[in-house]
């Protein structure tokens, strides 16, 4: 497998979706479609980040790795990203975009 970067964010998005999985994003003005679903998994913040004094951590969120490209390029540039819905906000993320 070749190696890959990882550019790290916590950008807000605007995230199109049905039934939870993300269709589209728009990500500085510029609208990009989800090609494929490369893999989705949940995480939570660790205990140890809590505000709570007993620990407790409920900051769950959904990510998922798609393959997406912008919608109005003649030639689209596809992309790996990382989308993130947190469950506490209701609000979606890029995470990551991997070269």
Sequence with gaps: MPASLARRYDEPVEVEHRDGAPLAF??????????AVLAHWWETRAW???DDAAGVCDDERELWRVEAA???ST??????????FAWSTGTWTVVAVLD
Excluded: I, K
């Excluded at 728009?26 to 090609?35: D, I, M, Q």
């Excluded at 030639?75 to 993130?84: K, M």
């Design 75 to 84: 030639v689209p540039a596809v992309a790996v990203v990382d989308l993130a």
């Design 70 to 72: 912008a919608s109005r």
């Design 26 to 35: 728009t990500r500085h003005g510029r609208r990009h479609v989800v090609r």
């Design 48 to 50: 140890w980040e809590s």
